[in-house]
C-alpha cells in the first residue's frame, strides 16, 4: 500500500525525507483543489505513467481513484501529487493510470529545478510498464507547424550540466547505460497508430502526427529561449523541434528500464525565421489550447487501447528488463545498504 507520508526503508533518509514529504504535502493539498472524497492512498497496481508538461495538467479521460501527495523518494520529492487514475470508458477496470505535473500543478518548477530523478523513481516504484510524456515544443522546421505533434526519436543535448541526470552518477554506484536510442520505437509506432484523432479548431486546416527514425528534438537548458543564431545553428545541428524537458527525464527512464516515448506538442517556430518574431511565451500560450484539446483525445485513444489489450512491449519491458544489472560497473560487494535500498526502491533487487 503506498501512503502518505511515504515511509521507503532507507535508514539514512527516513526521517528528514518524511518531514519534508510531510510539509510539501501539506503546502501540496493547502494550494490545490483536491476533491476530499478521492483517497490518498492506493493500494493496486499501475500500469502507465504519465507527465503533463505545459499547458498539460491533467487529462479529461482520467477519472482519479486516488490522489497521493507529492511523494518522497531518495532523490528528492516529486513535483506534484500523484493522481491515480482508471480510464473513463475502457471496459478494464483495472488498468490504471499514474498522471504527474512535470512543473508542480502550479508550474512552480522551471525546467532547470524540475525534480526529475523523484518524478522517474516514484512511477518505477509505483510499477508503471512504460511512460508517456507531453511536452510543448517550438518547431526547426518549415513543415512541422505550431499545432503539429511530432514523436521523437533522437535528442541533441543542449542542457549546462546543472540538473541531476542520472541515478548512478555516486560514489558507490556507478553505471552507464545505452542511450543510442533513447526512446521506445515501439511505444512510438504505437501512438502512431491513433494520429488520426488529431484536430484542428480551423476545420479547413489539420494537424499531423510526425514520426520519422532521424526525428530529434533539442534539449536546451532555458529559461530564457534561443537567440536567432542558436536556433539557426540547432537546424544545422539536425535538430526538427528543441524544447527544455526531454533531458534528462528521458535518460532516467533508461536508468529505470522503462520504456519512454515524448509526445512534443509543437507551439511555434523558434527564433530561427528571419522574417518573423522570435518565440515570446504568448506565441507558445496561443497553441496551447489547440494542443492540450489534441494531447486529451490522444491519449484518451492510448489508454483506451491499452487498457482493452495491453501492448507487447509494457508485457515483455521493450528488451530494457535486467538492462541495468550489465550496465553497473561497481562490485556489488563494495555495494553499501543505502545503495541497494535505493535500487530497491526502483525494484532493481539485482542482488
Ligand atoms: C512555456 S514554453 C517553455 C517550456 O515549455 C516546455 O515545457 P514542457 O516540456 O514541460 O511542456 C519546454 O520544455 C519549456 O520548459
Ligand atoms: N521555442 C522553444 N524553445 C524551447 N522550449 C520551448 N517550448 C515551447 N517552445 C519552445
Redesign the pocket.
Known amino acids: 500500500m503506498i501512503s502518505p507520508p511515504y515511509c521507503h526503508n532507507l535508514v539514512q533518509f527516513g526521517r528528514l525525507v518524511q518531514k519534508q514529504s510531510l510539509l510539501i504535502a501539506k503546502r501540496e493539498s493547502s494550494n490545490m483543489t483536491h476533491p476530499t472524497d478521492i483517497p490518498n492512498v492506493f493500494d493496486g497496481s499501475v500500469d502507465l505513467g504519465i507527465i503533463g508538461?505545459?499547458?498539460?495538467y491533467k487529462l479529461e479521460c482520467l477519472e482519479a481513484i486516488a490522489i497521493l501527495p507529492a511523494m518522497a523518494t531518495p532523490w528528492g520529492t516529486t513535483s506534484s501529487p500523484i493522481t491515480i487514475s482508471k480510464v473513463v470508458g475502457a471496459s478494464d477496470e483495472h488498468f490504471h493510470v499514474a498522471f504527474i505535473s512535470?512543473?508542480g500543478l502550479h508550474h512552480q518548477y522551471?525546467?532547470s529545478t524540475v525534480p526529475f530523478r523523484a518524478n522517474m523513481a516514484a512511477l518505477k516504484h509505483l510499477q508503471c510498464k512504460a511512460v508517456l510524456s507531453?511536452?510543448?515544443?517550438g518547431s526547426l522546421q518549415q513543415h512541422i507547424k505550431p499545432r503539429d505533434f511530432v514523436l521523437p526519436q533522437q535528442i541533441i543535448d543542449r542542457t549546462k550540466g546543472i540538473r541531476e541526470s542520472s541515478y548512478l552518477n555516486d560514489v558507490g554506484l556507478v553505471g552507464h547505460v545505452g542511450f543510442g536510442e533513447p526512446f521506445s520505437k515501439a511505444f512510438a509506432q504505437y501512438i502512431n497508430q491513433f494520429q488520426d484523432v488529431l484536430k484542428h479548431s480551423d476545420p479547413e486546416d489539420s494537424c499531423a502526427l510526425h514520426l520519422n527514425n532521424e526525428t530529434t528534438v533539442v534539449c536546451m537548458e532555458?529559461?530564457q529561449?534561443s537567440t536567432r543564431a542558436e536556433s539557426k545553428m540547432y537546424r544545422m545541428l539536425g535538430g526538427d523541434v528543441i524544447?527544455?524537458?526531454?533531458l534528462p527525464e528521458a535518460k532516467l527512464a533508461r536508468e529505470c528500464e522503462l520504456p519512454y516515448q515524448m509526445v512534443c506538442?509543437s507551439?511555434d517556430y523558434d527564433a530561427w525565421r528571419d522574417e518573423a518574431e522570435p518565440v515570446t511565451?504568448e506565441t507558445?500560450?496561443g497553441n496551447l489550447h489547440n494542443n492540450s484539446s489534441n494531447a486529451n483525445a490522444l491519449a484518451s485513444t492510448i489508454i483506451t487501447h491499452m487498457a482493452n489489450d495491453m501492448p507487447e512491449f509494457m508485457i515483455t519491458g521493450d528488451g530494457l528488463k535486467g538492462s541495468l544489472k550489465f550496465s553497473i560497473s561497481t562490485k556489488p560487494s563494495a555495494m553499501s545498504k543505502e545503495t541497494l535500498a535505493k535500487l530497491k526502491f526502483l525494484h532493481l533487487d539485482y542482488w
Open positions: 508538461g505545459t499547458g498539460l512535470r512543473h522551471s525546467p507531453f511536452s510543448a515544443v532555458g529559461p529561449f524544447n527544455m524537458s526531454v506538442m507551439t511565451v507558445v500560450m
